[in-house]
């Protein structure tokens, strides 16, 4: 169903609203039949965008919010989050900076609402990657991440006005194989990578490129 403006070929051309075969609804501008400007879609589901469109794909800025009450705010391109922007995900936490191809991608700071923690930093893919700063409550570790994990040097400071410096080892794993092994066992997660000291400082100017100069 379609109430709206057309041009003289007959197409959807302007503002008008429209109710899809699959009970989605889409209220806004069109261009030639094709959903382009500003407009709400609403889906069936629950879901809804409201913002710019381009031959019938989510583009420019716009806001989404999903069925499970999380929400983004921010730049689209071709129906994916790309460029800047906010999402609030359903526990509260929240991310806040670069996207690419739907991922949490380059600089971007995310704060867990439990704990009022946040990491400010590179990302990779969605994934926390490269150097970042980690804030907790009264300290902060600062350092270089990979696959979610903080890796190699770095450094705790503590609002007390010192540092700790050291680097993060992962441990290497030596598994024993017994003859009886079961061989659908559930396989070992990767070990958690252990905090080595090596200095307490008074607060020093730092970053993680000077490990590596």
Do not use: M
Not at 24 to 40: K, P, V
Not at 44 to 49: E, P, R, T, V
Not at 76 to 93: I, L, S
Not at 191 to 210: C, G, M
Request: with cysteine; proline share 4%.
């Amino acid at each position: 169903e379609y109430e709206g403006d057309r041009n003289g070929e007959g197409e959807r051309h302007g503002f008008g609203k429209a109710r899809l075969p699959n009970g989605d609804t889409y209220e806004g501008q069109y261009e030639r039949g094709l959903r382009n400007g500003h407009g709400t879609y609403r889906f069936k589901n629950g879901a809804l965008y409201t913002g710019d469109y381009l031959q019938n794909k989510k583009h420019g800025k716009g806001v989404f919010f999903y069925p499970d009450g999380s929400k983004y705010a921010g730049d689209w391109v071709h129906d994916q989050r790309q460029g800047f922007g906010e999402y609030v995900y359903a526990n509260g936490d929240t991310y806040t900076g670069e996207w690419a191809n739907n991922k949490r991608h380059g600089q971007g700071t995310y704060v867990y609402k439990d704990t009022g923690s946040k990491y400010v930093g590179a990302w990779i893919n969605g994934i926390q990657e490269g150097p970042a700063e980690l804030i907790h409550l009264n300290h902060r570790f600062k350092g270089t991440f990979l696959n979610g994990k903080p890796l190699s040097h770095g450094k705790f400071v503590f609002d007390i006005g010192c540092e700790q410096h050291g680097e993060y080892i992962q441990p290497v794993q030596v598994k024993e194989i017994e003859k009886d092994e079961e061989e659908d066992e559930e396989p070992e997660s990767p070990a958690e990578p252990k905090w080595k000291a090596s200095a307490i400082t008074k607060l020093t100017l730092w970053s993680p490129h000077d490990e590596e100069s």
